[in-house]
């Protein structure tokens, strides 16, 4: 299992992407894990781990509070919503093929979001300068960068899609421990398109703390959680995030992004048709 978090850790560095996409199916598939128990382990796994993540995007000043609590102010309550629902309404007897289908499911339209990014940066993202080679050097484009930036995240019609989209992703994590990374920052490239993307990542990630933190505990709470499991896979998955952003400039990431996607594709769908 240490193995796999590094493994898995690697990806995540190279990538930033890879963490509940990959972690809670290598977990169910490879090592048989109960399905409820291995989205519990690894929403926690996913808080701790994002959790530094958040750090340095806070330190390099690549987040955007803003859009996180309009974020949060909606995926906290659908959390809590979802989890109160799997524990009380959803016959426990069934509540594992329920998850294994719903994270099939997420796989695949995660494996999309990957897939669409980079049409949706050309489509959506054309004519900004935020994401221009040089621009972090040049202090009028920082200065107009910063502006559009400000411009972009006020304006009062992205309030409520924002709120909505984070509802979507508190139900969806929630059940699944998938949907926080490639499909939020999906979203919040096309709501936000004049927003730099390592601001948009920072975002996404920094969202992703509080939403996995409430969910982890709230499947730690009945018990499902592995803390044995999770103590494993941390002691592989830090060297191994720490290799991957060493790595991320080496390695021809539009190939394994590709990659990585075609993999979630047949994952998600052995788990769904399995």
């Known amino acids: 299992m240490s193995l796999a978090g590094l493994f898995v850790g690697v990806l995540i560095g190279a990538t930033g992407v890879g963490g509940g996409s990959l972690m809670t199916p290598i977990l169910v598939i490879l090592f048989g894990v109960p399905a409820s128990a291995a989205v519990g382990t690894d929403l926690l796994f996913a808080a701790l781990t994002k959790g530094a993540g958040t750090a340095l995007h806070g330190f390099n000043r ?3 509070w803003k859009v996180v609590g309009r974020l949060a102010s909606g995926s906290i309550p659908a959390s809590l919503a979802m989890l109160w629902l799997l524990h ?4 426990q007897n069934e509540l594992g093929d329920v998850i294994t289908v719903s994270l099939g499911i997420a796989l695949v339209l995660t494996s999309l979001a990957i897939f669409l990014q980079p049409l949706l940066r050309k489509i959506f993202r054309k004519g900004s300068p935020s994401d ?3 621009s972090s050097e040049d202090p009028y484009l920082q200065k107009r960068m910063l502006q559009e930036e400000e411009e972009c995240e006020a304006r009062p019609e992205s309030v409520l899609p924002t709120v909505v989209i984070g509802a979507i992703l508190g139900t969806l994590v929630s059940l699944t421990s998938v ?3 490639a499909l939020g920052v999906m979203v919040l490239m096309t709501l936000y398109p004049k927003v730099r993307s390592v601001r948009i990542i920072g975002t996404d990630i920094a969202h992703a703390v509080p939403l996995t933190l409430v969910a982890g505990l709230g499947h730690a709470s009945i018990g499902v959680v592995n803390y044995s499991i999770l103590a494993s896979l941390l002691l592989g998955s ?5 290799l991957g952003s060493h ?14 996607a075609g993999i979630l594709i047949c994952v ?4 769904i048709f399995v």
């Open 247 to 260: 790595l991320a400039f080496r390695l021809p990431e539009k190939v394994m992004r590709q990659s990585l």
């Open 88 to 91: 009380n309404v959803i016959d």
């Open 62 to 64: 690549s987040i955007s």
């Open 179 to 181: 949907g926080a990374g």
């Open 238 to 242: 830090i060297p191994g995030i720490a």
């Open 268 to 271: 998600g769908g052995k788990l």
């Open 132 to 134: 221009r080679p040089g």
